[in-house]
Each structure stands twice: as C-alpha cells, then as structure tokens.
C-alpha cells in the first residue's frame, strides 16, 4: 500500500516525500504534532485538535503553515486522496530547516506534514480484554501541555512496558501519577467518582479527556480533577485512559496487580460507549 502524504503544500507518494536532514524538528524536536479520528470518513472532534494545535504552535512561537479553512480543507483532502474512511491523520509542523545552531531565525519556513494511518478505529479488540499498564518515574520535560515531538522517553517506557509483559505505562512524579505514555490516566473510586489530574503542565490536556469528562458529568457522575497516586489506581474500581486513538481504553492491571476484578469495567464501557455516540454526532 502507498499512500499518498502532504508535504509543504505538495501531494506526494510517500516514498518521494524528502525533508531536509537540516529540519529542526529532526535535530532539536522543534516539533509539534496532532493526531485526529476518523469514522466513516469524518473527523472526530477536529475542534479541539485544531484549536490545540494552534496553541502549541503559538507557544512555540512557529507560525500556522496554513489558513484555519485550508488545515480542514487539508483534512477532507487526504483522505479523499487515499480513499480512508477509518484511520488516523496524524500531521507535523516544525520550526523548518537551518543550519544547525541552538540559535534559530525567525524568518523560518514551517516544514507541515500530514498522512494517513488506515484502521478500523471502531473495531479495537483490546475494548474486551482492557490493558496492563506499569508505572515509571516521570521523565519527560516540564511543558507537556503543548503537544511536542519530543516522545524519546514515552517511546522507551513503552518499549519498558512491553519488556515487563504490560502494554503501557503510568508516569508518576511526586508520588501522583501525571499520565500514560500517549494518554491521559483515569480513576473509578470503590464510591464511584471519577478521579483525573487537573490540567497544569504537568500532563497534556487530552481532548478526549475534555469530552469524556463532560460526558460523565452529563449523566450525573461525581467529578473530582484532582492528583491520584498508584497506590489509589490500584486500589480504585476501575481504571481507564483516554485518547484519541483509543477513546476510552480500560486498565485492568498496573504493575502487575489487577484492578478491581481485573476485567473491563462497566464505567469505562458505558463511558466509551457515549463517547463514540456523542462525538460521531459532532464530526464533521
Ligand atoms: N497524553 C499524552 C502524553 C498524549 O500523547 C496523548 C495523545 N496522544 C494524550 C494524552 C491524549 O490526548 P488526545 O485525547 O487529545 O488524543
């Protein structure tokens, strides 16, 4: 299969898709990155990835390579191109490509690429079975707010993770658990409320988390954004995470100690259930 991907306002065959071994987002991860759903060919909660992704650009102070109506148009372009219905679009803009120096130019030309990755996103068998996750200091940088390339130490925990018979891993700072690897950590208390960390810079703010948390307080579930240590998770009813390629993922055991029964619980089913429904509402 060979798709076709975006690069820098050309359609390529992704074999003759070149960028510079100058781009500082090969060098220096002077990079940000989104990843969106799609079912049936339309976006899940393309809102909130596109207003993130706006903010991690102006954070980083690189400059929108595109209008806001082309990054859509972009989108549904893609996908037409390569005929997906189902799948991922994952895309990257970096700072573009100098000469090496820590120093960079302010006048840069942003490097934007975007591609395909065809799944049945709906059709995740690990929905059933739930996952195993193991926990790790936290190791990554302090701004994890904004949705940078830098994923060195996610990618080495889950490699960690695979090595010690889990699929994924809880990072904890402090004694509290910030988040998993690609997703964010949620709680179900023995009492039934739903315990996540708040937003700060500690952890990156999910857009799935966002929606989940709204949709569990819509049907009446006690919220608490608050820090949760191991000891609580596994402790806890029932564990989940939440992202865009996942939804709502349940965890059913965390270093290697079951959680609850050590099946999938109800909460997180109905929560994922709802959360398919409410968002293919709202695609576009
Ligand atoms: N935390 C981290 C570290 C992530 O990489 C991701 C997404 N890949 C998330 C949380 C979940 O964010 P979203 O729901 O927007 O996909």
Do not use: C
């Amino acid at each position: 299969m060979s798709r076709i991907v975006y690069l820098n306002g050309q359609w390529l065959p992704e074999t003759e898709a070149r960028i510079s071994v100058f781009d500082r987002g090969f060098v220096f991860a002077d990079a940000i990155y989104e990843v969106t759903a799609v079912i049936g060919g339309k976006l899940i909660d393309y809102a909130g990835h596109s207003g993130r992704l706006k903010r991690s650009l102006a954070a980083l102070g690189i400059q929108a390579p595109v209008s806001d109506d082309e990054m859509l148009s972009l989108h549904r372009e893609i996908l037409t191109r390569n005929g997906m219905t189902d799948g991922l679009i994952y895309l990257q803009v970096s700072r573009g490509a100098e000469d090496r120096d820590f120093l960079f130019s302010d006048d840069l030309t942003p490097t934007f690429v975007m591609f395909t990755q065809s799944r049945p996103v709906l059709a995740n068998p690990k929905w059933q079975t739930g996952i195993s996750v193991i926990t790790m200091p936290e190791g990554r940088w302090v701004q994890r707010q904004i949705k940078t390339v830098q994923l060195l130490y996610s990618s080495l925990a889950k490699m960690e993770a695979r090595k010690q018979g889990a699929d994924d891993a809880f990072f904890v700072e402090d004694g509290f658990i910030t988040e998993a690897s690609s997703s964010n950590a949620h709680i179900v208390t023995k009492a039934g409320t739903l315990v996540t960390r708040d937003l700060s810079n500690a952890l990156l703010h999910g857009i799935t988390r966002g929606w989940v948390l709204d949709l569990a307080r819509r049907a009446g579930m006690a919220v608490e954004e608050r820090g949760f240590t191991p000891a609580e998770a596994k402790d806890a009813a029932e564990v989940f995470i939440t992202s865009a390629t996942n939804f709502v993922m349940p965890v059913v055991r965390i270093d290697g100690q079951p959680v609850g029964a050590g099946t999938p619980g109800p909460v997180s089913e109905t929560l994922r259930k709802r959360y398919i429904e409410d968002r293919l509402a709202s695609a576009i």
